[in-house]
T-cell receptor, first 114, second 109 residues
């Protein structure tokens, strides 16, 4: 069964460094998402992406964040200058159609900023 | 504001007991609601959505617009139902899911 895959599974980075989290969505899906979950808190929406552009973003997704689909298969989330409070589990998801249909989630990347 | 509330952080039941995981929402318009489940060491996956009105793994959920609720129910809990359950709401544009904080269901024998 096709799956969304995320790499790495765990990333440790120093505060102020740039990180890139990578995701390979399911191949025939058209909509892509990033969510994050700070330890002990709820899953929060960051951004959705369709047709090579951002279709929606939350207040969390400020200028430090960017997304890209560089080669038609990968979907990346970049954090330009990480802060301690960026430490969280980051989930990528994709769906065939919009989010009001089934979204398939990756297993997550645990980002630890030290 | 769009919001999903799951009042229980943890629900512990015995095998064979009925289960009800509560979910209330705040939304203006016609909501699209979902239950996602995360089993231990597995990824988040869709359990059911209100629009399909189906029963998955014995679970059902009915949308009650008057009470703005979408509680998840199962008449007889199984140990393999132990997991984290998230209620989620799709925003109006269908571009994002808004999640509740989740409820951990623990079923013991």
């Amino acid at each position: 069964e096709p799956e969304v895959t995320q790499t790495p599974s765990h990333q440790v980075t120093q505060m102020g460094q740039e990180v890139i989290l990578r995701c390979v969505p399911i191949s025939n899906h058209l909509y892509f998402y990033w969510y994050r979950q700070i330890l002990g808190q709820k899953v929060e929406f960051l951004v959705s992406f369709y047709n090579n552009e951002i279709s929606e973003k939350s207040e969390i997704f400020d200028d430090q964040f960017s997304v890209e689909r560089p080669d038609g298969s990968n979907f990346t989330l970049k954090i330009r200058s990480t802060k301690l409070e960026d430490s969280a589990m980051y989930f990528c998801a994709s769906s065939e159609r919009q989010a009001n249909t089934e979204a398939f989630f990756g297993q997550g990347t645990r980002l630890t900023v030290v | 504001a769009q919001r999903v509330t799951q009042p229980e952080k943890l629900l512990s039941v015995f095998k064979g007991a009925p289960v009800e995981l509560k979910c209330n929402y705040s939304y203006s318009g016609s909501p699209e609601l979902f239950w996602y489940v995360q089993y231990s060491r597995q990824r988040l996956q869709l359990l059911l959505r209100h629009i399909s009105r189906e029963s998955i793994k014995g679970f059902t959920a009915d949308l009650n617009k008057g009470e703005t609720s979408f509680h998840l129910k199962k008449p007889f809990a199984q140990e393999e139902d132990s997991a984290m359950y998230y209620c989620a709401l799709s925003n109006q544009a269908g571009t994002a899911l808004i999640f509740g904080k989740g409820t951990t269901l623990s079923v013991s024998s």
